[in-house]
Structure formats: structure tokens, C-alpha cells
């Protein structure tokens, strides 16, 4: 009689580890679909298909400031300064839309690493592509990006080129 209660127990505590497991693979894998659905939106607004205003390229700018923590770090190497404040960006932000008639944006994550305090390391390579009407330039960077996650969800904070991985001689966001 003792044996059949001491076997619902174990399969009672299987069970209960199954959904606890199951629960944590739920809740890291939703984390990390949010993650990547904000990698995509960034992607989305750093994309520009036609020439356009100067009102509209700020407008896209504050978009993408949202899609960022506050504070906020971005770095390109091998320049030394970082942008921290949304003017700095909105001013950069404004140099790289003027480049071109469009631009195409492909990012391809590398690694995505959750940690349990909040935080995640996310490396990518991303792929520039701009039209300037008389040639095409394209070039492919390895970013490294740290996230948090607060309200209202997941958030870059610090943004950082660590390396130009292709540059074709007729473009160039990064030069030294």
C-alpha cells in the first residue's frame, strides 16, 4: 500500500519538474523572441527607401532613441567618442540618412546570451547596402549590443561596432 503512494509521488514531482522546466524554456525563449523582435525593428527603421525630408528622417530617429535604454551608449571602432545623449545621436543619425538615395539593412544574430538579472548580450553582423544613385556601396559590420529589460520591455543599452568586416571602396560609414 506504501508503494503506490510513494510512486504518484515521484511521478507527481516528474511531472512537476516537467512543467517548472517547461515554464523556464517558455519564459528564456519569450525573452529572446523579444529581443529579436526589437534586432528587427531596428533593422526596419535603419532601412530608407527613398530620398526623404529632414522631418521625416528625425522623426524616424526618435523611433529607433525608443528602441534604446536611458542611458544609452553607442560606439564604432576604431573612433574613440561615444554617443550618450539623443541630440548626439539625432545628429549622427541625420549624416548616415543623407548618404544616399536608400539604404538596406541585413542583420544576422551571432549570439544571444540571457542572463538572469535582466540583462542579455546579443552579438550580430549587420550589412549596409546604399544606393547613391551613380553606384552602390556596401558594408558588413560585427556589433556587439548589451540589452535590458525594463519597462517597457527589452532595451539596448550600449551599442558598439568592434570591427568593419567588408568595405567596398565606394562607401564608408566608419572611416578612420
Excluded: C
Excluded at 512537476?16 to 527603421?45: C, P, T, Y
Excluded at 544571444?112 to 546604399?130: E, M, W
Amino acid at each position: 500500500m506504501s508503494e503506490g503512494p510513494a510512486r504518484w509521488r515521484g511521478w507527481g514531482f516528474l511531472a512537476l519538474a516537467f512543467v517548472v522546466l517547461l515554464g523556464w524554456w517558455i519564459h528564456r525563449s519569450s525573452d529572446r523572441q523579444q529581443i529579436l523582435r526589437q534586432l528587427g525593428k531596428l533593422e526596419a527603421k535603419l532601412e530608407k527607401e527613398e530620398q526623404e525630408s529632414d522631418l521625416v528622417a528625425m522623426a524616424q530617429g526618435r523611433e529607433i532613441l525608443e528602441l534604446f535604454a536611458n542611458p544609452f551608449s553607442l560606439a564604432a571602432r576604431p573612433y574613440e567618442g561615444r554617443l550618450t545623449t539623443a541630440q548626439e545621436f539625432l545628429i549622427a543619425w541625420r549624416r548616415y540618412r543623407s548618404l544616399g538615395e536608400s539604404v538596406r539593412v541585413e542583420m544576422a544574430t551571432e549570439e544571444l546570451l540571457l542572463r538572469d538579472n535582466g540583462t542579455a548580450s546579443l552579438v550580430f553582423q549587420a550589412t549596409v547596402t546604399v544606393d547613391f544613385g551613380d553606384r552602390t556601396g556596401r558594408e558588413s559590420y560585427l556589433v556587439a549590443s548589451a540589452w535590458v529589460n525594463g519597462e517597457p520591455g527589452w532595451r539596448i543599452q550600449d551599442l558598439e561596432v568592434l570591427e568593419v568586416l567588408v568595405r567596398d571602396d565606394g562607401f564608408g560609414l566608419f572611416r578612420e
